[in-house]
């Protein structure tokens, strides 16, 4: 899909130009008020003031030179918004009847009994929408956009406002969806932890306007974007899930440029996995450290520098294959003279799984 | 039955009618224009929601005065009408459901204005993503989550219509069995000092209206304080 949209409100111009591929995940990373929600509603067709293109695998949404707009009700998109708007006259069987009524026969690939029962809706299906929790109203909300036989799904900060049990329940739904579905999906997300977790792309977005596309992976490795600064920074690995030692409830994960051990992960070897590093969590040694409690030791070359405030130093590793980020003190950077083509062992304290 | 009850209940009767009418008017033409005074961005829309709150603040004589003039033979409308159906609209069962329309125009608008206000509009664009058209999500979305409004619209707009005195006689004339509504009736009554019938018929009026705001006040608080 392809997004190029203007929009221009009181004290604030939305200039987005961005492509997305047709089927996985991709996020629109920003912080709040950078225009997110905004480009969202403009590409479901709910801001009319915007203008631009908007393309959709084949189907042209909006077209300024040819003065194409299709109505938002004509665009099929399943939007799931941050507030939920599930219909508060109707229970929750019948929010899900009102999308399934309308998709198109020849468009309808879900059954609405195995999606409620995939988002755990079974015994919510007779209640008033009054009565749920947000984290149920947020699973209702996908339910309804997936049953209206989308042709793009967007999601609007889908994590936000939830308490932790809420999050990974709905996090681990929204992952399950990347397999599910064949179409693009546009997350828009101020949580770099989330974009980590769920994105295959992302899309940098600040004061309205694109700081960056790319693969998440890459986007996050990326020293000039502020994504890769902070106690937020970190970089995300494809590895494949290799063998389990049940003697010490650990499983060995591989990746093109060497092992992690994590602790037990249920999937069965040669699953896929990505996990996330963050850059606070690994510190650098020039030999081979011995006799440490770090099971994780990744050989790396440094391959770029960056000032990360006035103490801290953010350093681009090259891992045979995938990029770490290390996050170091100024002080221990010039001690270890670091500097691009250095060989280095990269201390990993933390690997979260995703 | 004596003549004077079976003339009672004929003004009943006739002010039943009215009011019937006069309401199931009001709802179809209300709320497209309460509809429109919710969502517009115009600038017209000031002047028009206060037009609509007129009949609030005039005198029913007034109003009834001007219908009188604007709907009379002479008038372009009145002629039209004297055209079309072959009799004047002032002094006619028409010509009171005129009157009775314009009078009680707030008491049903302003309801359905502030239900279609209050539902705001994320939920009208859940159902746009949902491929729901504009005249399907009208519907099926903003009128039931305005339920309790068309509820409090059609009441007061058919109560109103049964208490009003002024602009029915003004327009009407209070013709017995044509154009003389119950609380004319009651006002008749007590001019030729016949109280006891003047009771009865106040009385009936009285525990009508109760029973109906009574209704009303149940239905609403069924519907529950969180649905709107």
Same mark, same amino acid.
């Given at each position: 899909m392809e997004v190029d949209l203007h929009l221009a409100r009181r004290g604030f111009v939305l200039e987005a130009r961005f492509e997305a591929p047709a089927r996985g995940v991709t996020a629109l990373f920003g912080? =709040?008020?950078?225009?997110k929600t905004t480009l969202l509603r403009a590409i479901a067709g709910l801001e009319p003031a915007a203008t631009g293109r908007v393309r959709v695998r084949d189907a042209v949404w909006q077209d300024g030179a040819r003065r194409t707009f299709v109505p938002a009700h004509r665009r099929g998109v399943g939007y799931v918004f941050q507030d939920a708007a599930l219909f508060a006259h109707l229970t929750v069987r019948g929010n899900l009847a009102y999308a399934w009524r309308r998709a198109p026969a020849g468009e309808r690939r879900l059954d609405p009994e195995a999606v409620a029962r995939r988002l755990e809706l079974g015994p919510l299906l007779d209640r008033r929408t009054a009565d749920l929790s947000g984290g149920e109203r947020r699973r209702v909300a996908i339910a309804r956009a997936l049953l209206g036989a989308p042709r793009l799904l967007l999601l609007d900060e889908p994590l936000s406002a939830l308490d932790l049990a809420g999050r990974l329940r709905v996090l681990a739904h929204l992952q399950g969806l990347r397999e599910m579905l064949d179409i693009p999906v546009l997350l828009v997300s101020h949580s770099l932890d989330v974009v980590a977790r769920t994105a295959d792309r992302m899309v940098l977005i600040e004061d309205g306007a694109v700081r960056g596309e790319g693969e998440t992976a890459a986007m996050l490795a990326r020293l000039d974007l502020p994504t890769a600064h902070g106690d937020q920074a970190g970089a995300v690995i494809h590895a494949v899930v290799e063998a389990h030692d049940p003697r010490y409830a650990l499983t060995t994960l591989r990746f093109p440029g060497g092992r992690f051990l994590v602790a037990h992960h249920p999937a069965p070897p040669g699953t896929p996995v990505r996990v996330r590093v963050l850059a606070r969590d690994v510190s650098l040694t020039l030999d081979p450290p011995q006799?440490? =409690?770090?099971l994780n030791i990744v050989a790396a070359r440094v391959a770029e520098l960056s000032e990360d405030g006035p103490a801290q130093v953010m350093v681009r590793l090259d891992a045979g294959g995938p990029a770490l980020l290390a996050r170091v003190t100024r002080r221990s950077a010039e001690a270890l003279g670091l500097q691009p083509g250095l060989a280095v062992y990269a201390q990993v304290k933390s690997v979260a799984l995703s | 039955m004596t003549p004077t009850a079976a003339a009672d209940l004929a003004a009943v009767t006739l002010t039943l009618r009215l009011a019937a009418t006069a309401t199931a008017i009001l709802l179809i033409g209300g709320t497209p224009l309460a509809w429109w005074l919710a969502r517009t961005r115009s600038p017209a829309r000031t002047p028009v929601e206060a037009l609509v709150a007129m009949p609030l603040v005039l005198p029913p004589t007034v109003l009834g005065y001007y219908l009188l003039v604007g709907l009379g033979p002479h008038s372009p409308l009145g002629a039209a009408w004297l055209r079309l159906t072959g009799s004047t609209l002032p002094f006619t069962f028409a010509g009171l459901v005129a009157g009775s329309v314009l009078y009680s125009l707030p008491f049903v608008v302003q309801p359905l204005q502030a239900a279609f206000e209050a539902q705001g509009r994320a939920a009208l664009e859940a159902a746009a993503t949902l491929r729901a058209g504009p005249i399907d999500r009208f519907f099926t979305v903003a009128v039931p989550l305005a339920r309790r409004g068309f509820i409090t619209a059609a009441t007061l707009g058919f109560a109103h219509t049964v208490g009003e005195f002024g602009v029915v006689l003004m327009i009407g004339g209070g013709i017995p069995g044509r154009t003389l509504v119950a609380s004319i009736a009651v006002y008749n009554h007590v001019q030729d000092l016949q109280y006891a019938r003047a009771d009865l018929l106040s009385a009936g009026l009285l525990a009508f209206s109760f029973l109906v705001l009574l209704m009303v006040y149940t239905i609403n608080r069924r519907l529950g304080p969180r649905t709107p």
């Open positions: 912080p =709040s008020g950078a225009g006799r440490t =409690s770090i | -």
